[in-house]
Structures are given as structure tokens and as C-alpha cells.
């Protein structure tokens, strides 16, 4: 019988209600990136609950967005999802090369590999919670670093071997075809891949034509309409003057448009939908994240989706068949 591999243990597939299928639980204080706590995450979940929502995934990769460095800090997601009353999922990977910690910029593809199955089969860094899916994979922006390139290999492999779904970071959107092209390279199912943040770039074109490759989409960013991001870690000795920086806006109407289209095209059972809530970003969006935090998918998101024509029964495709299929191993 299929199960899905939650931080308590295993879960029947159709256990799981609506997911929220990218999320970083012990990111959303704003004010740095590490940090684990557990109130302000079952605070910020708990709404869920009466949307409908069972599941969270949290694809937090190791030394940022809330995940320590070593991983040691999973072991807490336990307590948030016993005082929440829902399952998390948690997610092993590696980030963007400027983010990831040494030991993984070090490590080989076969050593990177390993470590993701063993996260997987006996638990994150040196706790006993087991992966129950990987990602977030990341490739960084308009160009993948050989780095980037062996994680994600690594994380393919580990596909393989386990099972489990992978889910992918895009910056803003590029290299999603250099993924798929990653993906064919080593022998991995597409249709056991979610090409992520395809709504920071909100090209339908795009969306389509990775869905006709096979792979599925994440529109996984919904109400994250500003962003203005660092392209690599704020702190330590910085240099003196100017600096790279991107922002961009992206608005919530557009990411309904995209997905009601691709619905209409017939690709309702290949798309998935999140917030990726962080606290850097909750002040720059102040009537989204900021006011509704979680609620805002169901409570916003979703009806938008219904003036657009999307139907009660595709929205449940998209929020609990779909990841309840992703997740599933048998
Ligand atoms: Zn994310």
C-alpha cells in the first residue's frame, strides 16, 4: 500500500487532505534565515487546519531557509507538526552555491548522492527524521554551476534509488529546461519532477512547454508579489559599495491567469500550488503573506481560481490528489 513518509513516520497516501506542497516552516521570522522556532511555526500553521489543509512540505535545504546547516534542526519539526495536528513532510537538499555549506560544496556527486538517500532511509543529518521527499534542488540565475550541477545530479541519482519525488528551485524561472535536460540525462521519471517557482517568471509558453516534456510545474510562490533578494548570503565582512541585487513584482492575478490556462489546456493533474512563506519577504507584501500568512491560498488564491472557471473539484486535484500522488512510494 502506498505511504507517504512524513517527520512521525509513515502516513497512508490518502490520509494527507490539502497540501502545502513548498513551504520553510522555520523561515518565517524575518531577520535572518536560521533559527527554530517552534511557537511561531504552529502559530503560522494552525489556520490551516480549518481550510482544509493536512499536510505541509517543507523543502527547506540544508543551511538555509530554517534548516541548519548539519540538519540537525529537523528533529524539531516533529513537535511543530504534533502541537499543529498536521503532517509535514520534510525535504533534504542542497541550495544555490553561494548558500550551501562547505561540507556540500565539497562533496562529490556520488558522496552528495549518498547522503540524500541516507537522509532518506535513516534520517536527516545525524537525527532519525526521514526525507519524505527531495528538493529544493536549486539552480541559480540564467546558469547552473558546475556545483549546482553535481547537487542536482545527486539529487537525480537519489531519485533513483529511493523513489521519492524531487522537487526544484528555479531562479526566477530559467534553467527549468536545463533541468529536464538534467533529468533525461540520468534516467529519471519527469513525471517524478516539479520544476519549481514557475510563476516567478509566469510564461505560459514556458509552463507548457515543460509540461509536454513531462515533468509537472509548482506555481509555488502565490502572494509573494514583491521580492527583492541578495544573489548571494547577507553578513560577515562585506565589501563597501554597491552591490548586486533582484526584484521584481509579480502579480497575484497573473499567477490565476497562468494556472486557470493550463488548467483549460487540460493540465489540471500536473500542477502544484504553495506560498514558499518566508519572513524576508512578509513586509514587502504586506496584504498577502503579512495579513493572511497561510490563509491566503484558500482564502484569496483559490477564488480567484474560481472566477477564472476553475472548478471545486480541480482546485482538490491541485491542492490534495496531486501531491498525494507525488508523495506517495510504494
Ligand atoms: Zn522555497
Redesign the pocket.
Known sequence: MPFVQTVLGPVADTDLGRVMA?E?VFSLQPGGWMGTDVDAAVAALLPLRDLGFGTVVD?SPYGV?GRDPDGANAVALREVAVRAGLHIVAGTAVYLESFAPDWAREASVEELAARFVRDATVGIGSTSVRAGVLG?QATGLDTISPFEERAFRAALQAQRETGLALFT?TTHGTMAHEQLDLVVAEGVDPGRVVVGHLDTQLSADLAQSLLDRGALIAVDTIGKQVWDFFLGPVGGDRAEGEFAKQAFFRADTRRADLVAGLVERGYVDRIVLAQ?LTGAECWMNPDTHGRLGYRYLAEVFVPMLHERGVDEDQVETMLARTPARLLAVA
Do not use: A, S, T
Open positions: 513548498h520553510h523543502l531557509v529544493e528551485h514558499d
